[in-house]
């Protein structure tokens, strides 16, 4: 018998949309097919159940999920920034870290294999925002950010700005110091030889 994976969306039972449970079959043996069910939680306390009642505040349009952000933080039970924090959490963070997760450390500091992530993330949080009428960037996506960076890219070396070779730093030292000697002996010279002019 194979293993089975329970997939449910924790999230949308934290904000009382109910969950969509699917049991998949891990072993490819197993001829079981996926089922499907759905239940609602709207009696949980302190999350507001969802309406059809249209929403009294602004929303953004650029998206197709926008009206879905936009219900979820009106009817989320608690301060919009936590509502916020949890639908970049869900849509976008863990999405990336997951992602850089299943990568070789090593990997993580391949500007080439991360950036297409990176990417990603930006526009997943530029598209949060956008949703919810909210300017992008601003103080909270840079945290995010910066988090991202302490977390993921902490140990990754940077471009430093590195002395030139030896042989260069020689070169640039020597010639004025040749140079001095050359020109203090043409001001001798012709002050010795009377054309200099005062």
Known sequence: MGKSLVLCWGFWILLGWGCETTVCS???KSTVQ???STAYLSTTPGIASK??????????SKSHICPEYCSTCYYFAGPTIHCISILLHNECLKI????????????WCNWGNVSGLYSNLSLCTEKVFDCLLIPWPNPFVEAIFVDIHTKFFRDCPTEELNDPPPAIVFALVITPICLIP?????VVLKTKNGDGSS
């Open 34 to 36: 996926p089922v499907t």
């Open 51 to 60: 309406s059809s009642i249209p929403l009294p505040l602004p929303c953004g």
């Open 96 to 107: 990336f870290e997951d992602e850089m997760v299943s990568r070789n450390r090593d990997d």
């Open 182 to 186: 050359v020109m203090v002996s043409l």
């Open 26 to 28: 891990v072993d490819d």
